[in-house]
C-alpha cells in the first residue's frame, strides 16, 4: 500500500515510539495536519462542503478563474482593483458608470445569499449598507458604498510588535482618521470604544431580529474617517430561525461561542445574541493582547477540529492582564463576563455591553460586570470630582502618619505572642504541601503498565506519605497536630489524597505482587484503610469491586467481570472507574468518564493527566496537550505532564513548543532518556541538526539504550551533510539486537524496502512482545500487501487493528485498498465511504480514487470508474500536489488511460509545472 506510508513517519520521527515509556502507552501516529487556514479567514459549514454541488462537472474544475479581472466590465461597472477574496467571493473595487462614475465596493460571488436581504433591513452607522443587488450570469453581485479598504484584521496585522499605548495606533493608517477624538485616549480605552460602536451596531441588528454569526476583524471595516462597522452578513439568520437552512451553521471557529460550536457538531443548542457577544469579547482580548484567548484548533478533518476546539474552550484563557498589564480590572471584569463560556453568566444583550463600555469611558463604575478593584473605582470618582477627592487624600495622608504606626505596633506584638504556634502551623502546611505533590507524582507513576521500575517507585512513595501520617497504624490518626493545625480546605485536600492513593495501592499493590496471597492480603489492607477515610456521600462502588475481586482471587474463585458505571453516575464512580479503564488500555470507554469527572472537578490533577493519556493513546493529541496543560496549571513544572505535553506537542509538529516542555523536564530530571530522544527528535523537526544528534548521543550513552536511537541519529546525520557517520548507525541499527517491541518494529520499517521477508520478522517479533501495537500491526500489512503482493494475508491483519483501535483511520483506508484489489466490493466501498466521513482531506480523497480505481478493473462497467476520476478530481482541487505518487501508483492503472484522467493530468499541469509528465 504506499500511498498508506505516504502519511507516516517511516524512521518513527514523532514521538510515538517513546511514548509508552512515559505513561502514554500508545504508538500511533495520526495522519499530518494539512496546511491550516488562517484562522481570522476560515468561514465553516455544516452539512455544505463547496464541491459538492459541482462534484460532476470535472470539466470546470481547473478552468481560469471564473472571476473578473481588473480593468474589464462587469454589468454597468468597471473593475478597478480587487480589495479582498474569501472562500466564496471576492470584493473589488469599482466605477458605477450608470451613477456618475462613483466608487463602489462589489461582493461577486458564485453562491447566492440572503445577505442583501438582511442588510436592507438594517440602517445604521455601525452596519454597512447596501446600495443594490445585481444577477450577472451565474453571479450575484452585491453593490455597497466603499467607505475605505482597512479591516480591523488589517490594522491589527499593522500594528507593531508590541502592544501600543495610544489609542493613535488604531486610527493612523486611516487617512481621515488622524485627528479622531480617541485619539488623545490610552490604546486599551481605544479598543473599548471600538467594540462599543460595534456593540451599538449589534444592538440595532439584534432588534431587527438579525443574527450576524461570524463577527471577526476580517468582518470589521474601520472607515477612512475612523467608524467601526459591521461587514458580511453572509451566514446571519433571524433571531427566530426563519430563513436559515436547518442544515446550516456558518462561523469562524477562533471566535465562536461554545454553544455556537456544539450547534456546529450536531448537537443541540442555542445560538442566539448572547453568541455574537461571546464574538465580540474575542476581538476585544485579541485586540488587547494580541492574541487570541483560545488556541485556533485546524485539523483535517472539520469534525474533530470542532470537537477540540470545544475542549480547548472549555477552560479558562490566560487573564488578559497577564497579557497586557495596562489592561484595568474594570476592563478585565467586562472582558471575562464576554467571554464566559456560560450563556447565562454572560452579557444578555448588546446594549447591556455598549452600557458598560460607555459608563468605563465616562469614569464610571460598570453596570453590569462586577467592578473587582476598589481602587479604580476610587480613581474613577477623583476623575469625576476632582476637588473633594483633594480633600480626601488630605485626610488619608492623617490617617498614614498617625493612625497606621499605632496599628503596626499592636500587630507585631500580637505576631511575637503567636510565633511558635505559627512556625509549628508553617511546618504542617509544608509537610502537608510536599505530601500532597508526592501523592500527585506517585499516582502517575502507579499508572505505568510499561515500567515495572517506575510503578515500584510510585508505590514506594505512597506507603512513605501513608505511613508518614500513620493512617492505617492509628485510628485516630487525624487528632495529631501535623493534621490538626492544618486549615480546613488543606485537612480535606490532604485527606481525599490520601483515600484516593489508597484505592489505587489496593489495584497496583496486587497487580504487582502477580496476585500472590501476600500481595492479595494487603491489597485488601489498603482497601479497607480507603473505606475509612471515604465519606458515606463520597464512598465510591470501587471499593466493593476491588474487594470482591481480590477474596475472589484469594480463594481460587471466577472473578467478576468489570462493568464500569455509567456517564451519569455520582463522581466518585466516573473518577474511578475511568482511572480502572485507563489503567487497562480501555481508553475508549475510560475517557467519557474521565471528561464528564473533570467538567464537574476542574481542580483534579489526577483525573485530567489520566484524561490526557486517553486522549493521547486515542490519536487525538490536541486535547492531550491541553489536559496536560491543565495539570501543569495545578502541579507547576511537573516532570512527567511537561514530558507527555512535549509528546503531545511533537505529534502536533509544534517543535518549538515541544522542544521547550522537554527542555524543562530535562532541568528538573536531567539524564532522563526518553525525553533526551523526544528533544532530539523535536530539534530535528526544527532543523536544529547538530542539537538532535547530541541528544541522541547521550540517550546511547545510557545503559541498555534502545536499538532504535541508532537510525534516528543517523537521520539527522544524513541531513547534517555527514552520510559516513549516519551509515555506520545504519548498519549498526540493522546489525544490533532489539530488546524492545518499538525497536523491533522500528527495524522492520527500515528493512522494509529491501528485504522485506526479514521485515516481517522484525514486526513478528514486535507483536510478540506487544500484540496490541497498532505500528506493528499496520507495517506487517504493508509489507504483506504492498511488498509480497499477499493481500489477502493482509486484511485479517487491518481487521484485527480495526477491532482494537476502531478510528484507525489509516487502518481503515489501507483495508479497504486491500479488499479492492481482491475485488470485495462491497466491503471496500464500506471502508471508503467511512474514511471520508471521517477524515475529508485531499489525500484520503486520492487515496479513495485509487480504491475505486482497483474496483473498477474487475466491473468495468460498474460505477466504480466514475467515482474513481470524481474522487481523483477533488482531491486535486483540495491541494493533493505528490506528482511523483500519481505518475507511479499503480492503484490508479485502471483508470490512467481514461479520457477524463488525461484530461485531468493536462489540467493540473497548469497549475503545477511538470505534471503531466
Known amino acids: 500500500m504506499p500511498r498508506s506510508t505516504q502519511t507516516r513517519d517511516r524512521d518513527d520521527s514523532s514521538a510515538r515510539a517513546f511514548a509508552e515509556e512515559i505513561g502514554t502507552s500508545h504508538m500511533s501516529t495520526p495522519p499530518p495536519v494539512l496546511a491550516p487556514h488562517d484562522a481570522t479567514d476560515c468561514v465553516c459549514f455544516v452539512g455544505h462542503e463547496p464541491e459538492s454541488g459541482d462534484s460532476a462537472e470535472l470539466s470546470g474544475l481547473f478552468s481560469d478563474d471564473p472571476y473578473p479581472r481588473v480593468g474589464s466590465h462587469l454589468l454597468h461597472f468597471e473593475i478597478v482593483e480587487e480589495l479582498g477574496r474569501g472562500a466564496f467571493a471576492r470584493v473589488y473595487l469599482a466605477r458605477q458608470e450608470s451613477l456618475a462614475n462613483r466608487l463602489v465596493a462589489l461582493k461577486v460571488t458564485l453562491i447566492w445569499t440572503a445577505e442583501p436581504q438582511t442588510l436592507a433591513k438594517l440602517r445604521h452607522t455601525n452596519i454597512i449598507p447596501v446600495y443594490s443587488v445585481h444577477e450577472a450570469g451565474r453571479f450575484q453581485v452585491v453593490c455597497m458604498p466603499f467607505l475605505g479598504r482597512h479591516t480591523l ?15 493613535r495606533a488604531l486610527f493612523d493608517q486611516l487617512p481621515g482618521a488622524r485627528e479622531h477624538e480617541r485619539n488623545r485616549a490610552g490604546y486599551a480605552d481605544g479598543c473599548l470604544w471600538v467594540i462599543g460602536q460595534l456593540a451599538a451596531g449589534l444592538t440595532h441588528a439584534h432588534r431587527a431580529g438579525t443574527l450576524h454569526r461570524d463577527l471577526k476583524p476580517g468582518n470589521v471595516l474601520l472607515t477612512d474617517d475612523g467608524t467601526p462597522m459591521i461587514l458580511d452578513f453572509n451566514v446571519a439568520t433571524s433571531t427566530d430561525g426563519t430563513d436559515v437552512a436547518s442544515s446550516s451553521v456558518g462561523g469562524t471557529f477562533p471566535y465562536m461561542a461554545p454553544e455556537h460550536l456544539r450547534a456546529f457538531a450536531g448537537e443541540p443548542a442555542v445560538v442566539d445574541a448572547r453568541s455574537d457577544l ?20 485546524s485539523l483535517p478533518n472539520k469534525q474533530d477540529t470542532v470537537r477540540r476546539q470545544i475542549a480547548v474552550q472549555s477552560l479558562p484563557p490566560v487573564p488578559v492582564r497577564e497579557r497586557n498589564p495596562a489592561v484595568t480590572p474594570a476592563v478585565a471584569a467586562l472582558v471575562g463576563k464576554l467571554l464566559d463560556p456560560d450563556p447565562a453568566r454572560r452579557y444578555q444583550s448588546a446594549a447591556d455591553l455598549r452600557e458598560d463600555v460607555t459608563r468605563h469611558l465616562a469614569d464610571l463604575p460598570l453596570r453590569f460586570a462586577p467592578e473587582p478593584s476598589v481602587r479604580e473605582r476610587a480613581r474613577k470618582w477623583r476623575r469625576r470630582n476632582p476637588r473633594p477627592a483633594t480633600a480626601l487624600m488630605v485626610t488619608a495622608a492623617a490617617l498614614v502618619l498617625f493612625v497606621l504606626p499605632a496599628s503596626v505596633a499592636a500587630v507585631r506584638q500580637t505576631q511575637i505572642a503567636s510565633r511558635a504556634k505559627e512556625v509549628q502551623r508553617a511546618e504542617a502546611l509544608v509537610a502537608a504541601d510536599d505530601a500532597v505533590s508526592a501523592l500527585h507524582t506517585a499516582a502517575v507513576e502507579l499508572g505505568s503498565r510499561t515500567d515495572p521500575a517506575l510503578r515500584d517507585r510510585g508505590l ?79 464512598r465510591p462502588g470501587v471499593l466493593d469491586r476491588h474487594r470482591t475481586e481480590l477474596e475472589a482471587r484469594r480463594d481460587g474463585r471466577p472473578v467478576p467481570p468489570f462493568r464500569a458505571a455509567p456517564v451519569t453516575a455520582r463522581d466518585p464512580d466516573l473518577q474511578f472507574d475511568g482511572l480502572d479503564l485507563a489503567a487497562t488500555d480501555r481508553y475508549r470507554e475510560a475517557l467519557p468518564l474521565l471528561a464528564r469527572f473533570c467538567d464537574r472537578n476542574p481542580a483534579h490533577f489526577r483525573a485530567w493527566f489520566a484524561r490526557g493519556m486517553c486522549h493521547d493513546a486515542l490519536g487525538q493529541p490536541a486535547d492531550a496537550a491541553t489536559a496536560f496543560s491543565v495539570c501543569l496549571a495545578l502541579v507547576p513544572d511537573f516532570p512527567l505532564a511537561l514530558a507527555n505535553r512535549g509528546i503531545a506537542r511533537l505529534k502536533q509538529k509544534r517543535y518549538q513548543e515541544a522542544e521547550a516542555d522537554f527542555t524543562r523536564a530535562l532541568e528538573l530530571k536531567p539524564d532522563w532518556t526518553v525525553v533526551l530522544v523526544n528533544r532530539g527528535l523535536a530539534r530535528e523537526g526544527l532543523k536544529q541538526y547538530k542539537g538532535a544528534e ?37 548498519a549498526e ?19 522494509m524496502a529491501k528485504d522485506p521477508r526479514a521485515a516481517l520478522a522484525d514486526f513478528d517479533a514486535a507483536l510478540k ?62 471502508d471508503a465511504t467511512a474514511v471520508l466521513a471521517a477524515e475529508p ?41 505528490d506528482m511523483k505518487l500519481l505518475a507511479t501508483d499503480t492503484d490508479l492503472d485502471p483508470i490512467r488511460n481514461d479520457p477524463e484522467f488525461q484530461r485531468l493530468l493536462r489540467a493540473v499541469s497548469h497549475v503545477v509545472p511538470g505534471a503531466a509528465k
Open 769 to 830: 512482545h506487544a500484540p496490541a501495537m497498532r505500528e506493528a500491526l499496520l507495517d506487517k500489512a504493508i509489507v504483506l500487501a504492498d511488498h509480497l503482493h499477499r493481500e489477502a494475508d493482509a486484511v485479517p491483519l487491518l481487521d484485527r487493528l480495526l477491532d482494537l483501535y476502531p478510528d484507525h483511520t489509516e487502518g481503515r483506508a489501507g483495508r479497504g485498498v486491500y479488499l479492492a484489489r481482491l475485488g470485495r466490493a462491497p466491503e471496500a466501498r464500506a
Open 153 to 167: 484584521a488589517r490594522v491589527l496585522a499593522d500594528l507593531p510588535d508590541t502592544i501600543p499605548t495610544s489609542a
Open 278 to 297: 461571546f464574538s465580540l469579547g474575542v476581538m476585544l482580548y485579541q485586540m488587547l493582547t494580541r492574541e487570541l484567548p483560545f488556541p485556533h484548533v
Open 460 to 538: 514506594f512513595e505512597a506507603r512513605k506519605v501513608v505511613a508518614q501520617y500513620a493512617v492505617t497504624e492509628d485510628p485516630k490518626w487525624d487528632r495529631r497536630p501535623q493534621f490538626v493545625l492544618l486549615d480546613t480546605g488543606r485537612r480535606l485536600e490532604l485527606k481525599k489524597a490520601l483515600a484516593e492513593m489508597l484505592v489505587l495501592m489496593t489495584r497496583v499493590e496486587a497487580e504487582a505482587g502477580g496476585y500472590s496471597r501476600a500481595a492479595i492480603e494487603a491489597g485488601l489492607r489498603w482497601n479497607a484503610a480507603a473505606d475509612q477515610l471515604f465519606t458515606p456521600e463520597d
Open 694 to 730: 547530541t541528544d541522541f548521543t547521550s540517550a546511547l550513552a545510557a545503559p541498555a539504550a534502545p536499538t532504535r536511537v541508532l537510525f534516528l541519529r543517523a537521520r539527522v546525520r544524513f541531513a547534517d551533510n555527514d552520510p559516513a557517520g549516519a551509515s555506520a548507525d545504519r
Open 841 to 881: 482531506t485531499a489525500y484520503r480523497k486520492y487515496q479513495m480514487a485509487g480504491l475505486h480505481a482497483q474496483l473498477a478493473k474487475h466491473v468495468p462497467r460498474g460505477p466504480d470508474r466514475a467515482e474513481a476520476l470524481r474522487l481523483l478530481a477533488l482531491a486535486l482541487r483540495a491541494g493533493f500536489d
Open 733 to 751: 541499527g540493522l546489525k544490533r539486537e532489539p530488546s524492545d517491541p518499538i525497536s523491533w518494529a522500528t527495524r522492520g520499517r527500515h528493512r
